[in-house]
């Protein structure tokens, strides 16, 4: 079992940066790929970001390439998402998600996931 807390959310003003984090629980966190994704009122979840077991392979969409980063930290059993430049369509709330592949993840396949952080960015 896996439990996952995500933490960093809030309110910015658009062109705004933040770093979200994530920490899991146990000591099984280096076996997963970690994911980041979003999900706006009315809106299916989205995906934003993932990365492999060793941190060295990671994959997102054109919504925020460029923008956002995903890195992670075995040690500290922690995940992170910085995200520079936002937008106001980036509002949503994020959660963090472990899985067995960034393949999967990246169709949003998660095995364990988080509650959640908000960010809001006003425009």
């Known amino acids: 079992q896996v439990q996952l807390v995500e933490s960093g959310g809030g309110l910015v003003q658009a062109g705004d940066s933040l770093r979200l984090s994530c920490t899991a629980s146990?000591?099984?966190?280096?076996?997963?790929?970690m994911g980041w994704f979003r999900q706006a009122p009315g809106k299916e979840r989205e995906f934003v970001a993932t990365?492999?077991?060793?941190?060295?392979?990671?994959v997102y969409p054109d919504s925020v390439k460029g923008r956002f980063t995903i890195s992670r930290d075995n040690a500290k059993n922690t995940v992170y998402l910085q995200m520079n430049s936002l937008k106001p369509e980036d509002t949503a709330v994020y959660s963090c998600?472990?899985?067995?592949?960034?393949?999967?993840?990246?169709?949003?396949?998660?095995?364990?996931w988080g509650q959640g952080t908000q960010v809001t960015v006003s425009s």
């Open positions: 998600a472990a899985g067995i592949s960034a393949a999967r993840l990246r169709l949003k396949s998660g095995d364990y």
């Open positions: 146990g000591r099984t966190f280096s076996s997963y790929a």
């Open positions: 990365i492999n077991r060793a941190g060295d392979y990671t």
